[in-house]
């Protein structure tokens, strides 16, 4: 798996000898340890889940084809690839019944059943055991791992008057950096799947290999890299912590120098037995169903990675993976969806856009252009920028050339509900006269229209809402909407004015479920009075003792039409009978303590209906033992900033 990293080994051996294999060793273990000191180690954990499980289950692949001819005791092929192998298909059919496959097999199984019937032994010793016992008392001919070294250090091979460009040994020993260090911390991630949970730290992880290579050129080795052949093996055995590895190092070293007998006559055979039950799990497929079942792009990323790693190397294979998730990342993000509904007069067409606006909408704003010209009948076209995430300059030249079209054919267009930036992007790519309206408001489209004697259809706005809403929102959040259909548990009940610049769920950023809401002329709560037939009376019980809400929340806001009213009439009446006695509820509170303006109104009437909440059975008692939390906020329509009663500081304060 990690033969990327061999041939470039080769290569710095063959060019600058042993000498400059070790120098590039020791830098690529300092950089390791500067980018990890530096956290810059975090950088994969922006690569897909897709990619790595791509990454894990083409190593697999790739070792399970590697492991045929040393299972079947053939001789290994120079070029050992898939195609490789399947020409010499006939040659492993051949040796199905080998003593190496039947070893092979035997090691599989006793993974396989060890662990499910004595659960605490450690299935590795038994599967590399019983094997060397069947050999050794039948006295099967088998390949064995044969002669390795019996010490560590070799000075005599190191020469470093042999290097004659160090500059280029420094260029290669920061691609054996990237590579060694791209190596380790997708096998860490990929491991990490293989196991329980995100367990690695890129940053430590770098920093322990550049050690590691560090120690390892001292020594005179070659530089190392993570690879999850091996560690998968590690989390097969049973491996949770990193004392694991710490006992093998100690382990290999002590084989080496003891006991290098142990590893000379074991059977290649049982090694590649553990190998192969290592790739059957790297193979991930059951994780490849349940990505198949959430996101089905990322599954076509996972095989766009898989193929190129089985059929080029580990790195081309990676490099492929990433550019195909930055290329469907990139549509994805850039890509433009509109909602177009037509009024029932005929005369006016609503555009919700959504999404991004870019170089690559050219094709979805020419189709709306197309709808546009095929209903003759059509005076006005308001495209909605409300929901549109972003618009960049080539987006913005196409939206204002198409609105320069429509306009030339007779019609008028609007851009409506742009954000400060969107407008700023549209006018700056405007040029000589525009030949559209801007509007904020509805009011605004609604003046527009009646100025062309065009009636503005309330209804129709609300039925494109209703569209988005089904479309967008409802589709999207199915389940939410399923479990709220069995039963309401707000956390609090709001009550407010009933001013429609206010959106409650907007400014607490709340999704349906959690808020509920009484609202009204002036946020008022009526003092209790047992015979009193308001509504608010009732919806406070219920929300107390039948929703069992313990958070109550009265939001006033600044110009609010309901105090300038109390706070201009005084003692007289506005002439409407409902209004001037729910009104009177205000001017109750104006007699304990009249205002001297409107914007002081406001305080003192959401202060006095404080009170009022607390002649409500049973609320005093549940305030005094903090069973309930009662607020009083002030919402700022100049600002859209929120305002907090402080008990401390006797006034209000911005909560942001």
Known sequence: PAVAMSVLLANTMNEFGFAGLLVAGFVCGVL????????????????????????????????????LPHI????????????????????????????????????????????????????????????????????????????????????????????????????????VFILASLETLLSSSAVDLMGKGDLHNPNQELIG??????????????????????????????????????????????????????????????????????????????????????DRVDVLIYFITFFAIICTDLVSGIQTGLLAAFIIVGFRMLRTRAEIKLWTNNNVLRVGLAGNISFLSYEKLANIKEFVQNHKALQFVVFEFADLHNIDSGGAKHLISIADELTEAGLKVVFHSMKDYQQNIIIANTFGEKSYHITIAEHQIKDLLEKSGVTHSANDVLRHGITKYVSHYAQNNQQLITTLAQGQKPHTLLITCSDSRLNPNAFFSANIGEIFIVRNV???????????????????????????????????????????????????????????NWLGLIKAGFKINKPKDAAEGVRINLLHQVQNLKTYPGIGEMLARKELTLNAWIYDVHSGHMLEWSNEKRDFVQIV
């Open 72 to 175: 079947f005791q053939l001789a290994e092929p120079d070029n050992n690839t898939i195609g490789m192998t399947v020409r010499h298909a006939h040659l492993y059919l051949r040796h199905i019944s080998s003593a190496g496959v039947l070893l092979t097999v035997l090691t599989i199984v006793i993974l396989s059943i060890v662990p499910r019937y004595l659960p605490r032994a450690y299935s590795f010793v038994f599967a590399v055991i019983i094997p060397m016992a069947i050999i050794h008392f039948t006295g099967i001919n088998v390949n064995v791992v044969g002669e390795i070294p019996h010490d560590l250090i070799h000075p005599e091979i190191i020469d470093f008057s042999l290097i004659h460009n160090w500059h280029r040994l420094l260029i290669t020993a920061l691609e």
């Open 522 to 580: 002036g946020n008022v709560v009526p003092p209790y009075m047992p015979d009193n037939i308001y509504s608010e009376i009732a919806a406070i019980e219920y929300a107390i003792a039948e929703l069992g809400v313990r958070n109550i929340v009265i939001c006033a806001h600044t110009e609010c039409g309901a105090v300038k009213a109390s706070v201009a009439t005084g003692d007289d009446k506005l002439g409407y009978i409902g209004l001037d």
């Open 209 to 294: 290999q550049g050690i590691a290579n560090i120690g390892t050129s001292i020594f005179g080795g070659i530089p190392v890299t993570g690879v999850v052949a091996r560690s998968s093996v590690n989390v097969l055995a049973g491996a949770k912590t990193r004392r694991a590895a710490i006992f093998h190092s100690f382990i290999v070293l002590a084989v080496v120098y003891f006991a290098p007998q142990l590893i000379e006559n074991m059977p290649v055979a049982v090694l590649s037995g553990i190998l192969l039950a290592a790739a059957f799990k790297m193979m991930n497929i059951r994780q490849v169903i349940d990505l198949w079942r959430s």
């Open 32 to 67: 390791q340890i500067v980018f990890g000191v530096s956290k810059l180690g975090r950088v994969t954990k922006y690569i897909p889940l897709s990619l790595i499980l791509a990454f894990t289950a083409g190593i697999g692949f790739l070792l399970f084809f590697e492991q």
